[in-house]
Each structure stands twice: as structure tokens, then as C-alpha cells.
């Protein structure tokens, strides 16, 4: 049986994400949504390079609403590229409700950080924006771990693996992230 007529819904995802991962592909995602039908599975592709993982984050969490609240079965369909943001995004879906197109990569990577600490002014002053600053890296690991746990659950792939493996940008071809149980299947 062709992969096609098994998985007839991917063919034409309810709704379509191109882009960056940004305001804009969020506000594209809830407009998508709207229309969609009260019941029934619902497909979301997603082709991205990446982007803001606060807003790949942020529509992860309308995806679990959706599934916790509404009792929706949601398909995720990653298509061509799945970098960075867009792989946050795919972690929302359970392993068995993830597919890749052939030919997909999927990017994974640390979360990123550019800042300058000017220590300027009185020392405690100072010692505070050194706090401050070390505490937005802690935190920014932390929702980081949290990301890479949902990624991983429910696959071959070891929490460890990954964090080990996404300081060097790990890329991950779709026929490897089936083998690895990251998604159930290519397409």
C-alpha cells in the first residue's frame, strides 16, 4: 500500500506555514485555523529555516489547547525544512502524530543568545545587571530543556543525545528521524 493511500489527510493540510517563524506565520496560523472544521483531524504543514522560538512556542501551546480542551487530533507535516523554531513547533505534536515529506531535514540547535552587559554606575548596580543577565541565560536553558524533553518523548532519541548533539546544529535527514522514532513517518 502506497505511503499516499495510508495517510490520505496529508495530501491537503488544513493549514499551510512557509516562512520564518514569526508574528506574522502566527498570525497566518490562527487565521487558518479559524476556518477549519469543529471535528475531526486537523494537519498542519510547516516549512521553515526558522525564527522566533517564542512564537513557535506560543502556537505549540494553541496546538495542546487544542488537543487537551477541544479533544482534536492534530497531524503535524513537515515539509523540505524543519530548522530551529520550526522543530519546537513539531515538538508540540506526540511522535505518532508527526510525519516528514522526502527529502525533509530537520535542524535542531541550542537557543541562541546576543547581548552586551555594560557595567556602568553603582556596584550594586552592577552586580544587579549581573544577576539579571545570568538569570535570562539559566532560564533561557531551562525552557530550552523543556523543548528538547518534548522532542525526544516518546522516540529512540535520548535527552542526553540531543543536548549533546545541538551545540553543532544537528541535522537530521527524514528517513533518520523515522529510524530515531522522532516522527512515524516519511511521506
Known amino acids: ?14 493549514i499551510l506555514l512557509s516562512g520564518p517563524v514569526d508574528q506574522l506565520m502566527y498570525q497566518s496560523f490562527r487565521q487558518q485555523l479559524e476556518p477549519c472544521p469543529d471535528e475531526g483531524t486537523l494537519v498542519v504543514a510547516l516549512t521553515t529555516l526558522g525564527g522566533d522560538p517564542e512564537v ?3 502556537m505549540a501551546d494553541d496546538i495542546r489547547l487544542l488537543v487537551e480542551h477541544d479533544g482534536r487530533e492534530m497531524l503535524f507535516l513537515g515539509k523540505v525544512a524543519v530548522y530551529s523554531a520550526g522543530a519546537t513547533f513539531m515538538a508540540a505534536f506526540p511522535v505518532n502524530r508527526r ?15 546576543s547581548k552586551e ?5 553603582p556596584l550594586r548596580m552592577v ?10 541565560v539559566e532560564h533561557s536553558i531551562q525552557i530550552e530543556e523543556e523543548g528538547f524533553h518534548d522532542i525526544v518523548r516518546g522516540s ?3 535527552f542526553e543525545d540531543l543536548r549533546e548533539k545541538a551545540p553543532a546544529n544537528w541535522y537530521i535527514e527524514a528517513e533518520e528521524a ?3 522514532g522522532l516522527v512515524l513517518d516519511v511521506i
Open 1 to 14: 500500500m502506497a505511503n499516499d493511500i495510508k495517510y490520505p489527510l496529508l495530501a491537503k493540510p488544513h
Open 56 to 58: 513557535a512556542r506560543t
Open 99 to 113: 510525519f516528514l515529506t522526502r527529502r525533509t531535514r530537520l535542524m535542531i540547535h541550542e537557543r541562541k543568545i
Open 117 to 121: 552587559l555594560n557595567l556602568d554606575g
Open 127 to 136: 552586580v544587579a545587571s549581573i544577576k539579571a543577565a545570568l538569570h535570562e
Open 156 to 158: 529512540n532519541v535520548d
Open 178 to 180: 523515522r529510524d530515531l
